[in-house]
């Protein structure tokens, strides 16, 4: 009765999934709801520090309040559109990619950082000059993510905006973008203004206006096919069950076959540029692929491993992570060579977690022969768990970076020896993908 239940429960699992994939790809594209973050968003807050007839005062604060995205090199761009004819007087802490026209200031002093209607700040890099920085900025756009690195999660710049038609009220700026596939921003948002302190804290000042704006993440927007897959393998059965067929897709017009070197100049590109894709050839053609394997089963508990595979000839995964949703995360007893995290979002229901490489000894997912880490993991056998039966052992959702791997179905995953297969979960699926696509149609 109990691994009836368990087989249920997974179908039910599976088919919530496939119903809220429809539903999501429905309602909108751009629609960056996470279940797995629900709260999870780039929010720039925006105070006024001083505001004069000639110039005002601007801190700028980019929050990456997501618990496992990361934006990693060539890192963050902001932009925004000026509602009259500002300009960027000065700035610490970042840059602007273009100075623009600024022939209207002319016979001043100094001309103006930027004159751009809609200018595009990109953050410093680390070797910047000590008198152009600030706090919190000068990592080349990186941004950590809440869980893994706390202390990197935020970055600042300050600057002062002058205009040549002077008025005495501020006009916030509008259409922001964050530069980073897959994010959208929406509008500005005024909220009550931050509160510093000085003097150990005893005395408190505030900005005279603080704005919002939240940029949301959508895996839709960044790519039009996934990144990562998931191939699976058990003690109990010899076939090891390969990622999907074109996974990521199906042209092999950018691939490298084994034991073939690319051409140099392909492998070289800079630094502050998106690297393009070149992966090795496969039957899936993604960059990752994700391995997991149920080891060992003991009488208390079981034993998985799990191999990370870097298939991307031209990169390699800093800070990189793992996501994975199983109902035995809630005993995991033990990870070896990993970080990990519950990531426990609804707070009662302790099935998610978060793994990521120890600092200067894995964190690194190179490519290449070294391409690979990997991990073992110890989980106690609950008085719930039923048995490796339908699947069970192997989780119902893989994340790589925060997006979603493509993982094989249900009836091709391991059996036990001596079963029938997976034969109440496949006719469930079929039964539940039938009514989707009757529901479709009559749409």
């Known amino acids: 009765m109990t691994q009836f239940y368990f087989s249920v429960q997974r179908s039910v699992d599976m088919v919530f999934s496939l119903v809220s994939f429809f539903i999501f790809i429905s309602v909108s594209p751009s629609y960056g709801y996470d279940p797995l973050d629900p709260h999870g968003n780039i929010t720039i807050k925006w105070d006024l520090l001083q505001s004069n007839p000639d110039t005002s005062d601007v801190r700028v604060s980019i929050f990456n309040f997501q618990l496992y995205r990361h934006i990693e090199r060539p890192g963050w761009q902001l932009g925004w559109e000026w509602q009259g004819d500002e300009a960027i007087m000065s700035m610490l802490g970042a840059e602007a990619t273009e100075q623009g026209n600024c022939s209207r200031f002319k016979g001043g002093e100094n001309l ?44 600042i710049f300050v600057m002062k905006i002058g205009a040549v038609n002077s008025s005495d009220q501020f006009k916030m700026p509008g259409n922001f973008s964050f530069e980073v596939s897959g994010y959208t921003c929406g509008q500005p948002v005024r909220v009550p203004p931050s509160r510093y302190s000085s003097d150990s804290g005893r005395r408190w000042t505030q900005a005279l206006g603080t704005w919002n704006i939240t940029c949301m993440y959508s895996q839709f927007m960044a790519s039009s096919s996934p990144k990562c897959c998931v191939s699976l393998s058990a003690f109990y059965n010899t076939t090891i069950v390969p990622c999907p067929k074109c996974s ?8 490298v076959k084994f034991g073939e070197t690319p051409p140099v100049l392909q492998e070289m590109r800079d630094s502050n540029q998106q690297l393009s894709t070149l992966i090795r050839c496969s039957s899936h053609m993604c960059p990752i692929r994700i391995h997991w394997h149920i080891k060992q089963s003991y009488k208390q508990y079981w034993r998985v491993k799990v191999t990370l595979n870097n298939r991307n000839i031209l990169k390699n995964y800093s800070q990189w992570n793992l996501e994975a949703v199983h109902p035995n995360l809630k005993n995991l007893t033990q990870v070896f060579s990993f970080n990990y995290e519950p990531l426990n979002p609804y707070g009662h229901i302790n099935d998610s977690g978060m793994f990521w490489g120890i600092r200067y000894y894995n964190d690194m997912l190179q490519e290449g022969e070294n391409g690979y880490v990997q991990t073992e993991m110890l989980m106690r056998k609950g008085e719930d768990f039923p048995s490796f039966r339908q699947g069970w052992g192997f989780p119902t959702r893989v994340l790589f970076n925060g997006d979603e791997c493509v993982m094989p179905l249900p009836d091709q995953y391991p059996t036990l020896p001596n079963t029938g297969g997976n034969g109440p979960i496949f006719s469930l699926s079929l039964i539940v993908l039938s009514l989707l696509v009757l529901t479709i149609v009559s749409f």
């Open 248 to 255: 990521c897709s199906c042209h092999a017009s950018k691939c």
């Open 112 to 155: 103006p950082h930027c004159c751009e209607k809609k200018p595009m700040i990109i953050d410093l890099l680390p070797e910047a000059s000590f008198n152009m920085k600030t706090s919190n900025c000068c990592k080349g756009g990186v941004l950590s993510s809440m869980v893994q690195d706390p202390s990197n999660y935020a970055a």
